[in-house]
C-alpha cells in the first residue's frame, strides 16, 4: 500500500506499478515476446542475407576463415509512446467507506487502485500489439490505423494458407505441413521447439468439427482426460498445436475490437531466440534519458493547491517479429 509520507518519487511510483500482476495477457503467459530494454526511442534493425551464418570448423593451425560480407540492410523503427493520465481527489475518498471493511477510504488505498486500474490499460494495449506482431500488421488501439506493416518494411509478402474447413474432403493435415514447412524454410539461421497456432472461436469449431479432424479430436479430448492435462493449452494436429484465443478489447473509437477476426487464425514459431521481442525505450524523463527502457513508468505529483494528486503513466513499447516471413495467416473458407 503505497502512503502519502513516501510515495511520490519517480522510483516509488514505478517500483508500484510494477508489482501490479499482469491482469490480462495469453501471449505474455507464453513467454514469447521478451522485453530488451534500449537507451534510444529509435531501433535499428540489421539483416544480412536475410539470415544468420554460421562460421565453419578448422583444423587445428590452420588460417581462419576470411569472412565474406553479404549484403546488409539496416531497418530504423520508431517505438510508440502510449500515455495515460488520472487524478486522486479528496473529495473521491471523502466520507465514503473502505471497500471490505469498515474504516473511511484514504487517499493511498484511492491511488493504488487507480495504478492498478492504469496498469491493466496498459496490459491489454500491449497484448494488442503483440497480436499485431505476430500477424505481422501492427495496429493502433483504434484496431484499423496501421503502426507498422512488417511485410511492407521487410519487403516480402503475406504467407495465407486457406483452410477450406467447410469442405468435407479437404486434407486438413496437408494444409497443417504446408504451414509447419513454409515457417521452417523462414527461420533462416533460428531455431524453434514447435509451432503454435491461435485461431478464432469459428475457426477453432470449424476445425475440431472437421470430417478429416473430428475423431482425432475425439481421441485427443479422451486421452487428456485420461492423463489429467489440461485441455486449454490446445489441440494438436498435423505438427501444429491449435488454441482458441479470445482477446477482445474496447478500442479508442469506444468499439469492441477483437484480437482475432471471426474464421482466422495465426500460426507462429514457439521457442525462438531471435525472432521475437518486445522493445521497450526509455520514457521522456530527465532521469530516463540514455537508461535502458522498462515497460512501465509512473509518476505521481501534488496536484494545484493540493486539492489530490495527478498521476501519469507511460509505456514506450514495440513488440517486433523480426523474420516476419515465419508469420502465417489461416483461413477457414
Do not use: W
Not at 497480436?131 to 495496429?139: S, V
Not at 493502433?140 to 518494411?153: F, M
Not at 475425439?218 to 498445436?241: H, K, P, V
Not at 540514455?290 to 509518476?299: D, F, N, P, R
Amino acid at each position: 500500500m503505497l502512503t502519502l509520507a513516501n510515495a511520490f518519487t519517480q522510483t516509488e511510483i514505478a517500483a508500484a506499478i510494477n508489482i501490479v500482476p499482469n491482469t490480462y495477457g495469453r501471449l505474455q503467459a507464453l513467454g514469447l515476446m521478451p522485453v530488451r530494454g534500449t537507451t534510444s526511442r529509435d531501433v535499428a534493425i540489421e539483416e544480412q542475407n536475410g539470415s544468420l551464418v554460421m562460421i565453419p570448423t578448422d583444423l587445428v593451425g590452420s588460417p581462419g576463415n576470411v569472412g565474406k560480407v553479404g549484403k546488409r540492410v539496416v531497418r530504423t523503427f520508431r517505438v510508440p509512446k502510449l500515455t495515460q493520465d488520472d487524478h486522486a481527489t479528496p473529495a473521491e475518498v471523502d466520507g465514503i467507506r473502505a471497500f471490505g471493511g469498515d474504516a473511511r477510504a484514504s487517499l493511498a488505498a484511492l491511488l493504488s487502485t487507480k495504478l492498478q486500474t492504469t496498469r491493466a490499460k496498459h496490459d491489454i494495449t500491449l497484448e494488442h500489439l503483440r497480436m499485431g506482431a505476430l500477424k505481422g500488421i501492427i495496429l493502433d488501439a483504434d484496431g484499423s490505423t496501421t503502426i507498422y506493416n512488417l511485410y511492407t518494411e521487410f519487403g516480402i509478402t503475406q504467407k495465407t494458407v486457406n483452410f477450406a474447413l467447410s469442405t468435407a474432403g479437404t486434407d486438413v493435415r496437408a494444409k497443417c505441413l504446408e504451414v509447419k514447412r513454409h515457417i521452417e524454410d523462414n527461420l533462416k539461421g533460428d531455431f524453434s521447439n514447435g509451432i503454435r497456432v491461435l485461431v478464432s472461436g469459428e475457426f477453432f469449431d470449424a476445425l475440431t468439427k472437421h470430417a478429416n479432424v473430428e475423431k482425432a479430436y475425439a481421441n485427443y479430448q479422451e486421452a487428456s482426460q485420461r492423463l489429467g492435462d489440461d485441455m486449454r493449452g490446445g489441440f494438436t494436429f498435423g505438427g501444429l498445436t491449435f488454441e482458441e484465443y479470445r482477446g477482445v478489447a474496447t478500442g479508442s473509437a469506444g468499439t469492441a475490437v477483437r484480437f482475432i477476426a471471426s474464421g482466422e487464425g495465426h500460426a507462429f514459431p514457439e521457442g525462438t531466440s531471435q525472432t521475437f521481442a518486445t522493445l521497450a525505450a526509455p520514457a521522456d524523463f530527465n532521469e530516463a534519458v540514455g537508461t535502458l527502457g522498462q515497460v512501465y513508468y509512473a509518476k505521481v505529483l501534488p496536484a494545484r493547491f493540493d486539492r489530490g494528486y495527478d498521476i501519469h503513466t507511460q509505456a514506450n513499447v514495440l513488440p517486433m517479429c523480426m523474420r516476419p516471413g515465419v508469420l502465417v495467416k489461416l483461413t477457414a473458407s
